[in-house]
């Protein structure tokens, strides 16, 4: 199972900091590689689910990392499957968790 995530952010460590994450087994990302002109664009990463992943818990693993990236910095814009979100690690996970459940239907 695959879920769209864009970030924007001034900080460029960011992307560097979530690139690298280990989630856990079962659960990977990946930065996609778009061809973009604008200034501050977002970047674009793809989240991989494996079948034998509970989705609660994937979305909780998911939610935690990209909050504890994220947090604390103003300019930081998270959108997962085209929706933006607020950086509050609830709402992540309620996000990611919506839309795994959309998928696997």
Same mark, same amino acid.
Do not use: C, W
């Given at each position: 199972?695959?879920?769209s +995530?864009?970030?924007?952010? !001034?900080?460029?460590n960011?992307v *560097?900091?979530?690139?690298? /994450?280990?989630i856990?087994?079962?659960? *990977?990302?990946?930065?996609? =590689?778009? =061809?973009?002109?604008m200034? %501050?664009?977002? +970047? ?10 509970? =989705?609660?818990?994937? /979305?909780? =693993?998911? /939610?935690?990392?990209?909050y504890d990236?994220?947090?604390? $910095? $103003?300019? %930081?814009?998270? *959108?997962? &499957?085209n &929706?933006?979100?607020?950086? %509050?690690?609830?709402?992540?996970? &309620?996000?990611?968790?919506i !839309? ?5 239907e």
């Amino acid at each position: 199972m695959e879920l769209s +995530i864009s970030i924007r952010s !001034s900080d460029p460590n960011v992307v *560097t900091e979530i690139r690298r /994450a280990k989630i856990a087994e079962g659960i *990977t990302i990946r930065r996609r =590689l778009v =061809l973009r002109e604008m200034e %501050n664009a977002p +970047i674009d990463f793809i989240l991989y689910i494996g079948e034998h992943v509970v =989705l609660p818990v994937a /979305a909780s =693993l998911i /939610a935690r990392m990209l909050y504890d990236k994220l947090k604390g $910095k $103003k300019d %930081n814009e998270l *959108t997962i &499957q085209n &929706q933006p979100v607020e950086i %509050n690690v609830e709402k992540i996970e &309620q996000l990611i968790f919506i !839309s795994l459940k959309e998928k696997e239907e």
